[in-house]
């Protein structure tokens, strides 16, 4: 079973770089079967996917976040990581890291979370 | 990027009832479409896949159904347990996107 973890501070400054890894067990992240991002929801709102990523490292932005957000990936360590920078209060919310399937080549209902991780911006 | 309409956005209903809540693509997502439950400070909980199928362990008062743009999911007989916010997503194509989620509870 495909699991994902979170982990990173729970708390930055205005201004700086938001900086969270996903940690992959159960499945190698160099499976062409998922697709590796990052979704948030602040409190009490809705969910918001950031970006995600292919394992030969094709990258995929939300166009309103993309001047600040980057995504990368470490094979030999099967992680992924976020960095969002010059943060806002805006910027605060919970962060899952998830295993997005391709259609029609991951098995069906296998689109995977990690437990979320909240990260508030303040000072 | 696709959008999902979720309609409504909150509703309450009294135990026994069946709760109705429609997902609308604006483009074709196929049965790409799953259906969550997400209670307050927990990862959301997946019910549906492919729009109709039921996710193992799930209770059968949860079904889904729909394909291409239209969508609905239905709770038989409302639970006390039941009450959470309720969002469907598509993942056909990317990026993958979500309804705005229909908080539901109990009269």
């Known amino acids: 079973q495909l699991q994902l973890q979170e982990s990173g501070p729970g708390q930055v400054k205005p201004s700086e770089t938001l900086s969270l890894i996903c940690t992959v067990s159960?499945?190698?992240?160099?499976?062409?079967?998922?697709?590796w991002g990052w979704i948030r929801q602040p409190p009490g709102k809705g969910l918001e996917w950031i970006g995600n990523i292919y394992y030969i490292g094709d990258t995929h932005y939300k166009s309103s976040l993309k001047s600040r957000v980057s995504i990368s990936i470490d094979a030999s360590k099967n992680q992924f990581s976020l960095r969002l920078s010059s943060v806002t209060a805006a910027d605060t919310a919970v962060y899952y890291c998830?295993?997005?399937?391709?259609?029609?080549?991951?098995?069906?209902?296998?689109?995977?979370w990690g437990q979320g991780t909240l990260v508030t911006v303040s000072s | 990027d696709i959008q999902m309409t979720q309609s409504p956005s909150s509703l309450s209903a009294s135990v026994g009832d069946r709760v109705t809540i429609t997902c609308q693509a604006s483009h074709h997502v196929s049965n790409y479409l799953n259906w969550y439950q997400q209670k307050p400070g927990k990862v959301p909980k997946l019910l549906i896949f492919d729009a109709s199928k039921l996710e193992t362990g799930v209770p059968s008062r949860f079904s889904g159904s729909g394909s291409g743009t239209d969508f609905t999911f239905t709770i038989n007989s409302l639970q006390p347990e039941d009450i959470a916010t309720y969002f469907c997503?598509?993942?056909?194509?990317?990026?993958?996107?979500f309804g705005q989620g229909t908080k539901v509870g109990i009269k």
């Open positions: 998830a295993g997005i399937p391709r259609p029609g080549i991951a098995a069906p209902g296998t689109f995977y």
């Open positions: 997503q598509q993942y056909d194509d990317l990026p993958p996107t």
């Open positions: 159960g499945a190698s992240i160099s499976s062409s079967s998922y697709y």
